[in-house]
Structure formats: C-alpha cells, structure tokens
C-alpha cells in the first residue's frame, strides 16, 4: 500500500533530520528536552485571555524552524494527523463563554456596529496557539534529537529504564512492523491487480500473518541485542555539556520566563 | 571479548536437542573445534544448522549432552560471559542492526559491557577499519545496501572482539562484487569462523574445514577439497557440487 510505503519513508525522512550535521543537532540531548519541557510548560501556564503575550512565545519555534533550517510545511504535514486534533480542542469555547471583551471597529459607547469579540473566542484562540506551539516544541525536539539521545535524556533525568526502554523499542518496533505491513500488502496487491484495496475475507488472514510475522522479527532483533550484551539498560557515550547547551536552555529559559512574568 | 585461549574454544559431545518431545533435531553431535579453524556447516534445508549455532550461543538451553564454549559450558549461569566470547551475525542483516546508523549499532555491545568510552571507539574504529566500511560510519541503517549491511552486521560483532564468530548463510543474497568483498574480508579475521551456508562454493572459498550435517548427525568432517569434491557424499544428502567444481568436471568429462 502506497499509505504504509509513504509513513515509512516519513520515517526514515525524519531520522535523516535527526542525523544531520546542523549545530542544533549537535546541542546536548538534555538541554534540548529540558527547553522543550520547560517551553510547553510555560505556553500552557498562560490565562487563557492571555493572548498578547502567548503570540510572542511564537518566538521559540519561529527562531528553531528558521536557524534550525526546518520546513514548516513539512512538519505540518506530518503533523496532519493531530493538528486537527489539537486545533478542535477548544472550539465549544465561544458557545459557552459569551461575556464580550471587547468591540473591534467602533468606538467606546458609540453604538452597536463593529465586532463583538467574546472571552470564548479569544480563549479558543489561545487554546489553539498552546496546542499548536506544543506540537511544533516537541517537532523541533524530535527533528533534531535521535530517540536515542532522548531516552539518554531521560535516564539522565532518572526516568525509570523500563520506561525509556518501552519508548525505545516502540518506536524501532513501528518501523519494523511498517516494514513487514509493506511486505505484505505488496505481495497481495501484486497477485490481486484488479481489486480495489484489500478483500474483506483476506483480512482476518493477513492481519494474523502481520503480526507473527513481526513478531519473529522483533523476537530476531531482541535475540541480537542480547547477544551482544543487551541486559535491559542501553548504555550511551557520556557526553559533557558544552557551554552551547548551557547557553541554549538558559537564554530560552529566561526568553520564556521573561514573556510569561514581565512582558 | 578476547579470552586468549589458543587450543580448543568448541566442545560438543553427545549432544542432542529438539524443539518438541520426541522430535529430536540434533541427535548425537560431537564436534570441537580449536582458535583459527574456520568450519563450514553444510547440509539441506531443516537439518538443524541454524538450531546448532543458536545453541552454542544460549539461545536454546534444554539440550543434552555436553556443550562448552570458550571454556565454559552453556547455561544460564555462564550465559554472560559466552556471549562475550560468541559472535553471533545472523542471517537477515535487519534484525541485526537496529539502531539508527552504523556506528551507533558498531558501539551498541561494546558499550553494553562497560568498556571505557575511549576502548569503544578504538573497537568501532578497528571492527569498521577490518570490514572496509569506515567512510559509512555514520550512514543511516536503512541507507545502506545489502552488502553494505552484511558487512556492518559484522563490523557489530568484530568490535566485541568474540574468540568465535557465528555465521548464518552469510553470503545470501549477495551480488558477485560483495561477496566476493565478503570473502576477501572473512578470510582476513583469524579468529575461529563457524559458517553455515548453502552456497558450497562460498564455503569453498573461506573454509578450512567442513562439516556435513544430515539427519540432526554429523555425516562428514574434514578437509574441504575432500568433502566438496564427493558428488556421491553430496547428492545422497541433498547437495550438489559447488559450481565451480562440476563446471571442472563438465568440461574435463
């Protein structure tokens, strides 16, 4: 299926970004997970009238998809999924919360003409921005970090191992079972050229087959990780901060910090 | 890891195993082995090749009979340190590297015993330098080519510097370039080579020794000219002469 071949080149797409030589790339996993951490913290910290001052947290990932040299629209795109999603999120808002804030286009006492804006649409708005600054933060995280180096992050922060080797192993896992899907649906598509998607009686069969199938695989690799050693923690180089990925979360700390108390 | 032994590193005597009562698939193997041989393991389809390497590495523990390797018999107990000792580089190079790019798989088992971090990059430096791969250090896995794989799959286990490497059908689905590449490399690793393979000419071409399997028994072991050269011994279990030698006898006939 052209769907499950188009996700796994995404995929390697996105761990192409992750290898890149760019110095962003470079910066210690650690400082990019805390920024981003602490980032969405603050965006979510905001009132919800609070819109002046939560368009200037657009500076984070406007400065990161500039200097970073990633394509908006291609996060977006990938991000099509749960942009929706996080967009629709306060869209009841205006029904409920109706006190008018103010009037565009009319003066002060001046009558009824002009545009009432209530407290529910400047909330949805917010919310939409919160959402939305959230998922392109944690973008421009996995954009420019390997999930390797973010599960090293996490161990630093003293994430419990099986945790971070659960989020490990599925994402490899996603790849490994969009691979044998691949497989899969290419060897039926190439025997059944005439039909239009998959026959509702194969269904059941190739399912079952996709999942023994992957199993044995990951049952593969996780023999090849034990036998060199794998005893349920992956070990990573040590890797010392430089005084860049000190700069780096403490000037965006600050930046955050500085909009949200006294902009 | 290096254990420094220099006689015999394999020993296996009497050695039975079956995946289900009643079923055996190995049924009475004796073999040893010693530090730089390199074996071919050959036979048909089913015979139990890839179950007997499994088991040397510990994958299978409810065998019988003895099963040493590098000094140590195979069980739970001694399971980490042969598995420092063993090399294991399977047949699909997928499952083998899954990390995401060369020299993050190359550093994966060294880093999992505890080396020093310079000792594991003087190991991923060496293990890339021996496969002639270095400009690929660090290529994404899913980028390289088939060749390409099977020689980082064992750039992966040359860095744990094994005494023993494992091979299942290591020239599979190769072109003539890379394994013809995968032989000149193979033949320059001293270290003991167990290889099991249907492509008798490969065997042919890195072995000093080869053993027939046939029926979970060990049919015939010996020189390679010897065993590779007997169409009768071949044929009666389910092989053919390598190419290169029935193309001789052709044109001799």
């Keep these: 299926m052209k769907y499950i071949e188009d996700n796994l080149k995404e995929l390697d797409k996105l761990q192409d970004l992750q290898q890149r030589s760019h110095w962003m790339n470079q910066l210690h996993p650690l400082g990019k997970l805390l920024t981003c951490v602490i980032y969405i913290a603050v965006v979510a910290s905001f009132h919800k009238y609070a819109l002046d001052k939560l368009l200037l947290m657009a500076c984070f990932p406007v400065f990161s998809f500039v200097i970073g040299e990633l394509s908006l629209k291609n996060a977006l795109s990938r991000m099509k999924l749960i942009l929706p999603l996080v967009l629709f999120v306060g869209i009841f808002n205006p029904f409920f919360d109706r006190d008018v804030l103010f009037i565009i286009g009319s003066a002060q006492g001046a009558g009824e003409s002009g545009i009432f804006v209530t407290g529910g649409v400047i909330s949805m708005i917010s919310l939409m921005l919160k959402g939305l600054y959230s998922v392109l933060a944690a973008y421009v995280l996995i954009a420019t970090t390997s999930i390797e180096d973010i599960c090293y992050a996490l161990r630093l922060l003293h994430v419990p191992r099986i945790v971070v080797i659960v989020i490990l192993l599925i994402y490899r896992y996603f790849g490994l079972m969009g691979n044998e899907a691949d497989r899969i649906m290419t060897a039926y598509r190439l025997r059944a050229p005439k039909q239009n998607g998959i026959d509702y009686r194969a269904w059941g069969t190739l399912v079952g087959q996709w999942l023994l199938r992957s199993m044995d695989r990951a049952g593969e690799v996780y023999e090849s990780m034990t036998l060199r050693g794998f005893n349920g923690d992956f070990k990573k180089e040590r890797r010392r901060p430089r005084w860049q990925d000190h700069a780096y979360i403490i000037a965006w700390t600050c930046v955050c910090l500085l909009i949200r108390f006294a902009a | ?253």
């Design chain 2, 1 to 253: 890891m290096h254990t420094g032994i220099k006689g015999e590193l394999l020993k296996i005597e009497n050695l039975h195993f079956s995946y289900e009562r009643g079923q055996e698939v190995l049924s009475g193997i004796d073999l040893s082995a010693r530090d730089g041989e390199s074996i071919g393991i050959i036979g048909s389809n089913g015979i139990g090749k890839s179950t007997l390497m499994k088991l040397l590495v510990g994958l299978y523990l409810n065998y019988e009979g003895v099963l040493e390797v590098a000094g140590h018999p195979v069980s739970k107990k001694n399971l980490s340190h042969i598995r420092e000792h063993v090399g294991y580089v399977f047949q699909d190079s997928d499952s083998q590297l899954f990390l995401s790019t060369v020299e993050e798989d190359v550093a994966f088992g060294p880093q999992n015993y505890g080396l020093s971090d310079e000792e594991v990059k003087r190991r991923v430096d060496e293990a890339l330098k021996k496969v002639h791969i270095e400009p690929l250090r660090k290529k994404q896995n899913y980028k390289l080519s088939g060749g390409e794989k099977k020689l980082a799959s064992i750039a992966t286990i040359l860095s744990m510097e094994p005494d023993i490497i494992i091979m299942d059908e290591p020239s599979i689905a190769l072109d003539p370039r890379n394994r013809r590449n995968l032989i000149t490399v193979l033949n320059d690793i001293k270290t003991l080579k167990l290889i099991t393979s249907h492509d008798l000419d490969f065997v042919y071409d890195t072995c000093n020794r080869v053993v027939l399997l046939d029926e979970g028994r060990i049919i015939a072991d010996g020189r390679p000219e010897e065993i590779l050269r007997d169409r009768k011994l071949l044929e009666s279990h389910g092989l053919e002469l390598p190419l290169g030698f029935s193309r001789t006898i052709i044109y001799t006939e």
